[in-house]
């Protein structure tokens, strides 16, 4: 078979891993110029493996799998130097949470860091590249998928029995266009979180860091909205994320260079029924104004106490930033969140204040916007030999998750081609 798969990220990697050997001709197109460029494939921040049934995507996936897919990855790196760790495996810690009404997500974890990420992309990549009937194209942007006499054509010009498209979020721009050619393949979108990233000396958490390096709950707050806390980066750095048109905020942390300070993020999931069909829209809106309101390209960061106060920080006091001062304002997340986000973030804080003290501090930090998009949940059985792999897909929102459904998309398309 002449098999294509549009993206070189952690979707395409599991494709690959699972296909390579079968002796087909595979053609990849990656709009990045090549390996090293800072715009490829998600697996190049921060490179949190996780092993769980309860996070990482809609998708079920074995957990043994999983767990092979991390140990691939690891096998890139040069010595084999990660953090690993599990969450809420302890009893006590999970009854601590839970006694709050915090709904405790169990996981095991090991963390690549963003240092040693470019050398285990590099090292896949090149596993793949000395293979002979696979072919790279980089610098090469797609900008459409169609379905023409039984064969997929990209770009009008190159014809392929089966089109895995793995553009990850960053490449919404085509599958719209895909979705605009063939609007009957969206199962559904109605969902975007909103929040804000945390930031807190290392010592008020130290205890959590050390036991579970990765600390992640869910809670139903007075809002009736669902908060939970994702990506904690202990010794970590916030730093900003930049898309088309508005900059958000992101955090992660390095093997070897530390700061003093703990960063997670604090989401509040947005699900809003018809009409409302445009959850990137909705997002995109809150994040242009936070940036309007912050000057260009930049975010806003303002102290906890004034964020529950609704008051414009004008000083820091104990807990400095690890953003860059070019990158942040101090400001006033109110003038550009709804009210319902708000209270639904500082319910969140409060309680768990209770569960570890200190985290509710007046100075600790606050940056805003912190937004997770999710694309349209996209039905891959709609058109024959065309997949969605990936965070493209909607079904997934991790590296492991991604890279596990593009090695099952793989091992499907064997299966019913044997
Ligand atoms: C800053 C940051 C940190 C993260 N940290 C973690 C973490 O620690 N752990 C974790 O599990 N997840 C993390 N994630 C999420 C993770 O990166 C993604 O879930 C995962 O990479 C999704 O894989 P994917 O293959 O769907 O897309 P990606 O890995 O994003 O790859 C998509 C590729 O497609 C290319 N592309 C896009 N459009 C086109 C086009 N039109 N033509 C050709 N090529 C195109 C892109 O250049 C890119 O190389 C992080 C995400 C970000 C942004």
């Known amino acids: 078979m002449k098999i294509a798969i549009v993206g070189f990220g952690a979707a395409a990697i599991g494709f690959l891993e699972r296909i390579h050997r079968e002796g087909h001709e595979i053609h990849i197109f990656e ?67 839970y006694e709050k009404g915090f709904q405790p997500v169990i996981s095991d974890f090991y963390h690549l860091g963003t240092d040693q990420l470019k050398m285990v992309l590099y090292n896949i990549f090149q596993q793949f590249s000395e293979i002979p009937d696979l072919h790279f194209h980089f610098n090469h942007q797609v900008a459409q998928v169609e379905m023409i006499n039984s064969k997929i054509v990209i770009d009008d010009q190159h014809s392929f029995d089966v089109v895995m498209v793995a553009v990850g979020r960053s490449g919404h721009k085509l599958v719209k266009e895909i979705i605009r050619l063939y609007p009957d393949l969206i199962l559904d979108n109605t969902r975007v979180d909103l929040g804000v990233r945390f930031e807190l000396p290392d010592h008020i958490v130290a205890d959590i860091n050390r036991e579970m ?114 990158n942040y304002i101090l400001g006033d997340i109110n003038l550009a969140f709804p009210r319902r986000i708000i209270e639904s973030i500082i319910d969140f804080i409060e309680n768990l204040n209770q569960v570890i003290p200190g985290v509710g501090n007046e100075d600790n930090l606050v940056y805003a916007p912190e937004i997770k998009f999710y694309s349209n949940r996209l039905d891959n059985s709609r058109i024959k030999n065309l997949f969605f792999a990936g965070d493209c897909s909607g079904e997934t929102r991790s590296i492991i998750y991604a890279t596990a459904h593009g090695w099952l998309i793989a091992d499907r398309i064997l299966r019913e081609s044997s």
């Not at 092993?51 to 897919?69: F, H, P």
């Not at 018809?274 to 997002?283: A, V």
């Open 31 to 97: 709009r990045s110029p090549d390996v090293f460029s800072s715009s490829i494939s998600g697996v190049r921040a921060d490179g949190k493996l996780f092993v769980s049934a309860e996070m990482g995507g809609e998708l079920e996936i074995d957990l043994d799998l999983q767990k092979k897919l991390v140990d691939f990855y690891i096998g890139k790196t040069d010595n084999g130097l990660i953090e690993t760790g599990s969450s809420f495996k302890n009893q006590e810690y999970y009854q601590r949470f």
């Open 213 to 326: 390096y990765e600390f992640k709950v869910r809670y139903r707050s007075r809002t009736g909205y669902t908060v939970r806390s994702f990506c904690n980066n202990p010794s970590g750095y916030v730093v900003i994320e930049k898309y088309d048109d508005f900059v958000t905020v992101n955090g992660h942390s390095k093997l070897k260079e530390k700061s003093r300070n703990t960063n997670f993020a604090v989401l509040t999931t947005v699900k809003l029924t018809q009409p409302f069909n445009d959850p990137i829209g909705y997002g995109s809106y809150i994040a242009k104004l936070t940036n309007i309101l912050a000057g260009e390209n930049k975010v806003i960061l303002q102290t906890y106490g004034n964020f529950r106060q609704s008051k414009r920080t004008k000083n820091l006091y104990r807990v400095l930033p690890t953003m860059e001062p070019e």
